[in-house]
């Protein structure tokens, strides 16, 4: 069995998100919502509610969550999972930052 | 219930009296309905031209037939009488025997066994409902608090219950969370599978009361009721879990403590958690804001989408676009632009709003700044129906066209929509004004409102049409348009000064009490020309259009994608 290797690709440089925020990146299947903490960690997450599908790039950022623009929904950034009573997960695509630049991984989308 | 009735209706009739002069003889007759096993029989009194409606006579408690006789021994003839005198002025009565007695002897098998309840008509205080209408589901027999029944759940039994024991009697499948569907047995069960002691705590782990908040009552009530004593509401509600702080405490403390941007007041106040949450943040932006104009640094990042991108975000990811139209008035050249922008952008909806604008829905974030860009080139602005915020000043058309206005209703709305566009508030402004009492604009229902009449304008406030139905209370009388719009502005600051975040202005004033908003708007004058001044210095860096900045470039990277793979294959 082989293990897939990753395949990154430079989508931007950090300073692109704003701190506390997000940005987005269309693919062809579909927008990954890529986001920035505070302390400057970064996450990447299909930008799509398991609720709703409401897109969480446009959610506000609070630790290492981010809260659903449509439903409140609150989403862990590291897992995907949602928090408190929802029951759902977001898939997450691998994301590095190297030397400033964000580095997604392609065979992952 | 049903005694109220029986002892109301004798004494409303009695109002009318006897009266003497002479009329032609009315006519009497016999009248039966069916009753629940039986007929139940009466007699109908009419004199010959009637007027007004019928008044149905139903005899007191104990056995009184319908003359108002007894055969315990009273024999006064009461209700023939007063049938008698009604009639002689010219109103017809209908008196009946009651249910299992006299001539309705046969519409049930005993008239004591009565005792259920067959439905509740409720009017003002509503809070007993879910009681009446569990009893009538349950088909109680309601034959020992028949006496108190009327008066409601807490003296239906003789001695006061507890509130608590309204929701408490609810079955396990009454909906508590119209919003998200949560009955009560769901809320019940996680309070004691969970050991939930507080209402955020039943939001975090349920969902109910989660949503629009009107359930809040019942879900304290259900803690109330299951947890007895243990429960303790703190007497100051946190903002929210982030804190212990409640709205007022964090209010006064930046000032106290000059605290002048979010992470500073973080650290000052000991928050818990490292940057907040979705909640607290959104408030705490707004307070800074309101009581640092000019100084402080708006932070985009706690605010609501909609307010970040000004737009409102659709169930779809999609936005919508509302142009402003100063007191509901537009022009073939505004519409022409929207038009335009329509077909260019292929915005899917168009329609007409609540406030007497244009909504443009379905646009594309990508295409706001164009679509602003475009929009602007005609002279139209944001219409701020993103935000918490001053919204719409809906007009009627006043003396500039309607045969009734007493005022220029249009040029008002207009003048005070210019005045106050722009400012942030802790939940939506909307206004309207109406040039005559007859209040097309429906400026009775808005938190601001203004009533022209011949001398002047009467100045409304704390209306509210949406979660809650509540009319207006007057906030004074001016007689021009000036002082008008010199204490709207007033009321605006004060509000913006005490108001919790997302608390309407008819909350705010339920809260705080209309006579002290009353006084400081309108009574002191002092006190309103310092309210006016904060205002007017607010409004001073406020009053710059959102859109033709964001047209211009700023916050581009909220609009434009981080990057666009999709191109970088097809490029491949």
């Known amino acids: ?109 | 219930m049903w005694n109220g009735l029986i002892h109301l209706l004798p004494l409303v009739a009695l109002l009318y009296g006897a009266s003497a002069y002479a009329a032609p003889a009315p006519i009497e007759a016999e009248l039966e309905a069916a009753g629940p096993a039986g007929t139940l029989k009466g007699t109908m009194l009419a004199p010959e031209n009637p007027k007004g409606a019928v008044i149905l006579i139903i005899p007191g408690s104990g056995p009184t037939n319908r003359d108002g006789n007894s055969p315990l021994g009273v024999k006064a003839s009461s209700y023939k009488l007063l049938a008698e005198g009604l009639a002689a002025r010219g109103i017809v009565t209908v008196r009946i025997d009651k249910r299992g007695m006299f001539g309705s002897a046969g519409a049930v098998a005993d008239a004591n066994a009565v005792n259920r309840i067959v439905g509740a008509v409720m009017y003002g205080d509503t809070s007993d409902g879910p009681w009446f209408f569990d009893l009538l589901k349950r088909g109680t027999d309601v034959s020992q608090i028949r006496e108190t029944l009327i008066f409601g759940q807490n003296y239906a039994g003789g001695i006061p219950l507890d509130p608590a024991a309204a929701v408490a009697a609810l079955p396990d499948d009454a909906e508590i969370c119209g919003c998200n569907g949560i009955k009560k047995g769901r809320i019940t069960g996680a309070i004691a599978g969970l050991g939930l002691k507080t209402v955020d705590e039943v939001r975090a782990h349920t969902k109910a009361s989660a949503s629009c908040g009107s359930c809040t009552g019942l879900v304290e009530q259900l803690l109330k009721a299951q947890l007895g004593d243990a429960y303790n509401p703190a007497c100051v509600q946190p903002i929210c879990s982030c804190t212990h702080l409640g709205h007022d405490d964090v209010r006064r403390l930046i000032f106290a403590k000059q605290l002048k941007s979010i992470p500073d007041l973080m650290q000052a106040l000991e928050w818990k958690t490292s940057c907040g949450c979705a909640k607290c943040r959104p408030a705490l932006n707004y307070y800074l804001l309101a009581s640092w104009p000019g100084e402080y640094a708006d932070d985009s990042q706690s605010r609501f989408i909609n307010e970040r991108v000004h737009a409102n975000i659709q169930r779809d990811g999609t936005y919508s676009v509302v142009p402003r139209m100063w007191g509901g008035i537009t022009s073939p050249r505004e519409l022409r632009a929207i038009a335009d922008a329509v077909e260019k952008f292929k915005i899917p909806t168009v329609k007409i709003t609540g406030g007497q604008r244009i909504d443009m829905l379905g646009a594309r974030k990508e295409d706001l700044p164009a679509v602003w860009a475009d929009l602007n080139a005609a002279g139209l602005v944001s219409g701020h129906a993103y935000g918490k915020a001053m919204r719409t000043v809906k007009t009627c058309v006043g003396t500039d066209w309607c045969r009734f206005g007493t005022q220029d209703s249009t040029g008002l709305g207009i003048k005070i929509e210019k005045f106050t566009w722009g400012s942030w508030t802790p939940a939506k402004v909307k206004m309207a004004v109406s040039g005559c009492p007859r209040n097309c604009a429906e400026a009775t229902c808005k938190d601001i409102g203004v009533i022209c009449v011949e001398s002047g304008y009467d100045i409304h406030f704390a209306g509210a049409a949406g979660l809650d139905i509540k009319g207006t209370e007057l906030l004074g009388h001016v007689s021009n348009q000036d002082e008008a719009v010199e204490m709207i502005g007033a009321l605006m600051q004060l509000y913006r000064e005490q108001g919790r975040y997302l608390e309407r202005i008819y909350k705010w004033a339920k809260r705080t009490g209309v006579e002290q908003i009353r006084q400081q708007v309108l009574e002191d004058r002092e006190r309103r020309k310092a309210l006016l001044e904060r205002f007017v210095h607010a409004q001073h860096f406020t009053q710059h259009d959102p859109w033709a900045e964001r047209a211009d470039g700023k916050d581009a990277h909220e609009f434009a994608p981080l990057a666009n793979l999709i191109r970088m294959e097809a490029a491949e």
């Open chain 1, 1 to 109: 069995m082989t293990v897939m290797e990753p395949f990154w690709i430079d989508i931007g440089k950090l300073e692109d998100i704003p701190v506390r925020g997000a940005r987005v990146v269309k693919t062809a299947r579909g927008c990954i919502a890529v986001f920035r903490t505070a302390g400057d960690e970064v996450f990447a997450l299909n930008d799509r509610c398991p609720h709703k599908g409401g897109p969480l790039s446009q959610g506000i950022v609070h630790g290492r969550s981010v809260t659903c623009p449509l439903h409140n929904w609150v989403i862990a950034l590291d897992t995907g999972e949602a928090q408190g009573a929802d029951k759902g997960r977001v898939r997450t695509v691998p994301l590095k930052v190297e030397a400033g630049r964000l580095l997604l991984d392609a065979k992952a989308l």
